[in-house]
């Protein structure tokens, strides 16, 4: 199961944090990512991170503005949002790959969180 939090309302050009737990398994040899849905729009990946190793991921649209990060100890990982745009708005979801392939096609993640919103408005 994962857990997303730490969403909300934003001015353009403020920060977010971004936690996804995961409870009742490890993600030792998986690999985990950010998706975004957007009013309207398909599922978009944002970033990810691959357990094993730490090797991360972004997006060309949030390259320099987002980072993904994890913390083992806590079974965690983090998306650090700063900078934020009125286009970032959107509902973030994490989602995991047990092959520990961090895929930009979000077809093919087995697991995911319930969705956390994030409003980038003035």
Request: overall charge neutral.
């Amino acid at each position: 199961q994962l857990q997303a939090s730490g969403g909300g309302l934003v001015q353009p050009g403020g920060s977010l944090r971004l936690s996804c737990a995961a409870s009742e398994f490890t993600f030792s040899t998986y690999a985990m990512s950010w998706v975004r849905q957007a009013p309207g729009k398909e599922h978009e990946f944002v970033a990810g991170i691959r357990w094993s190793g730490g090797r991360t991921y972004h997006a060309d649209s949030v390259k320099g503005r987002f980072t993904i990060s994890s913390d083992n100890a806590k079974n965690t990982v983090y998306l650090q949002m700063n900078s934020l745009k009125p286009e970032d708005t959107a509902v973030y979801y994490c989602a995991a790959a047990p092959s520990g392939v961090v895929y930009v096609s979000t077809d093919y993640y087995q697991y995911w969180g319930q969705g956390t919103l994030v409003t980038v408005s003035s």
